[in-house]
């Protein structure tokens, strides 16, 4: 089944202890990207990346790390979390960069820093 | 920068009938991709419906469609024979052919009456 994974699913921790949440894509895509969902606001990314060793900021990047060293994971790090990056979190996946593709979300991460 | 407006937070349809939540956008790019997304109270992101900036003929599949007026940057979804399943979040989202990113709107929430 083409998906896309997200772990863990929830998540309370304490402020400054760092944190992974995993990404992965089964489909081959080239684009990956990280969201954060806040009452009122939306969905803002976070980071992008358009291929392996390729990654760009988002809206909102700040306390946030990605890395892309194979193509179908993009784990999202935050070294140090504070408590306004609790929020729930969807990392996504295109099969190109381009206008005309969507994008697949994963199940998202409800995380909350204490 | 781009933008998306969604101006109904809530809105309530009584089951069966037709509703039409709002979208405008603000790009200077002539090339862009707008969609709509689904979030039922389990929380993942579904895809509804994709219209591309060239695409002459309104976007429809199944009971959504998409009214799309070019001139006045809106792109408004269409849900027809309302079920008590759609109740939902709804966003809707672009993605100009000059950036990288999925730009969201603030989102309406759908209630649908029995």
């Known amino acids: 089944e083409a998906q896309v994974t997200q772990n863990p699913r929830y998540l309370i921790t304490v402020t400054g202890k760092k944190l992974t949440v995993t990404c992965s894509q089964n489909?081959?895509?080239?684009?990956m990207s990280w969201y954060r969902q806040d009452p009122g606001l939306g969905l803002r990314q976070i980071y992008y990346?358009?291929?392996?060793?390729?990654?760009d900021k988002g809206d909102v990047p700040e306390g946030y790390k990605v890395s892309r060293k194979e193509k179908r994971n993009f784990p999202l790090i935050l070294e140090s979390p504070s408590p306004n990056q609790t929020s729930l979190y969807f990392c996504?996946?295109?099969?190109?960069?381009?206008?005309?593709?969507?994008?697949?979300f994963g199940p998202g991460t409800r995380l909350t820093v204490t | 920068a781009q933008k998306i407006t969604q101006t109904q937070p809530g809105m309530f349809v009584q089951e069966k009938e037709a509703v039409t939540l709002d979208c405008t956008y603000d790009?200077?790019?002539?090339?862009?991709?707008l969609f709509w997304y689904k979030q039922p109270s389990s929380g993942e992101m579904i895809f509804l419906i994709y219209?591309?900036?060239?695409?002459?003929q309104n976007a429809t599949e199944g009971r959504y469609s998409l009214n799309f007026q070019k001139a006045r940057k809106s792109a408004n979804l269409v849900i027809s024979a309302s079920q008590l399943g759609d109740s939902a979040m709804y966003f809707c989202?672009?993605?100009?052919?000059?950036?990288?990113?999925?730009?969201f709107g603030s989102g309406t929430q759908l209630t649908v009456l029995p």
């Open positions: 996504a996946s295109s099969p190109r960069t381009g206008w005309k593709y969507e994008q697949y």
């Open positions: 489909m081959n895509h080239e684009y």
């Open positions: 990346s358009m291929n392996v060793e390729v990654t």
């Open positions: 790009t200077s790019d002539q090339s862009y991709g």
């Open positions: 219209q591309g900036s060239y695409d002459e």
């Open positions: 989202a672009m993605r100009p052919g000059s950036a990288r990113q999925l730009t």
